[in-house]
């Protein structure tokens, strides 16, 4: 993929953090969060998740991580 692609070999450990990815994935329960302490408190904005993720992908594709 990486000569077919053109894209720089980069090593996981680079881009990713397994610990983090571990202790995601180990939870055993759901969790369920509400915001409205936190608006109770002045913190009013937001991140439009669709635009984040597609700046992120973006941003990996213009470094060559992904094709």
């Known amino acids: 993929m990486i000569e077919k692609y053109g894209l720089a070999n980069t090593p996981y450990d680079d881009v990713s953090s397994w610990v983090f990815g571990d202790f995601v994935f180990s939870w055993d329960y759901d969790f369920f969060a509400d915001g409205s302490k936190a ?6 904005d937001f991140i439009d998740t669709e635009a984040m ?15």
């Open 39 to 44: 608006r109770r408190f002045g913190f009013h």
């Open 53 to 67: 993720f597609m700046d992120i992908f973006r941003n990996l594709r213009d470094r060559k991580i992904l094709p």
